[in-house]
């Protein structure tokens, strides 16, 4: 099969692989990410250069939008959709321009547990104030070790550049987990919804009924080392 060139989106941050020099696409293109709807095949836009990479990169954003709020629709959450700012990757500067608390940051962190016959992709989301053990999440599981995946799995398992990733999983591969005290500390909680200027805020009951994610405490203790 022929390697097909990768690109860099600048107002992104992160690298497609697009076939520019294809004169029509498949049926079904085979993306490292899913953009199709049910039933409905997805075409790339029928354009070159940093103009198709923007649109395939805003096509994703609304995708995993969209995503969320069907599930959050269907599982009749109170919740709403905040449109603001870009931040950095940085927790503290989210919280500043959609106007919540550090605490009520859903951080989601994808990571790799492995060793001990485990391999296995984890979403890890614990409170954007608390530091995750990487350490004690790998014991949790069963595994030996476990580490941050790359920039490029993390778009392959999210369809998100990293600082944008939510803390729902939609990929069969990509075990979410969270830390109890996500649940305890405020009535809603908040997080990036595929995007760095766009997020969800939500009752913090209705996250844990529908997205239920399997319970780990994995919060680094003030006394230990960083993960």
């Given amino acids: 099969s022929v390697r097909q ?40 836009p029928a354009r070159t250069g940093r103009s198709a990479l923007q649109a395939l990169g805003q096509a994703m954003v609304e995708h995993v939008l969209e995503k969320l709020c069907e599930k959050f629709d269907a599982g009749k959450a109170r919740y709403r959709v905040v449109h603001h700012p870009a931040g950095d990757r940085s927790s503290a500067s989210v919280c500043e321009v959609r106007g919540t ?5 859903a951080k989601a962190l994808v990571c790799m547990a492995k060793g001990g016959g485990v391999k296995q992709y984890v979403l890890a989301v614990l409170p954007a104030d608390q530091q995750a053990d990487l350490k004690k999440l790998a014991r949790a599981l069963g595994a030996n070790r476990a580490g941050l995946c790359s920039p490029e799995e ?18 069969e591969r990509l075990l979410a987990v969270a830390d109890p005290t996500l649940f305890t500390r405020y009535e809603e909680i908040a997080f ?23 319970e780990i405490d994995f919060l680094r203790q003030p006394s230990e080392d960083a993960a």
């Avoid at 992160?14 to 899913?34: D, G, K, V």
């Avoid at 608390?101 to 940051?105: C, D, F, R, V």
């Avoid at 990036?192 to 399997?214: K, Q």
């Fill in 5 to 44: 060139p990768f690109l860099w989106c600048s107002r992104h941050g992160f690298a497609l692989q697009c076939a520019l020099a294809r004169p029509e696409p498949p049926a079904s293109p085979i993306l490292p990410f899913s953009l199709r709807r049910p039933g409905q095949d997805f075409h790339p």
């Fill in 101 to 105: 608390e550090l605490g009520q940051g």
């Fill in 154 to 171: 993390v778009m392959d398992l999210t369809g998100c550049i990293l600082g944008a990733v939510p803390p729902v999983s939609f990929d």
């Fill in 192 to 214: 990036n919804a595929g995007a760095r200027d766009v997020s969800i805020i939500i009752n913090t009951e209705d996250f844990h009924r529908i997205a239920a994610p399997r």
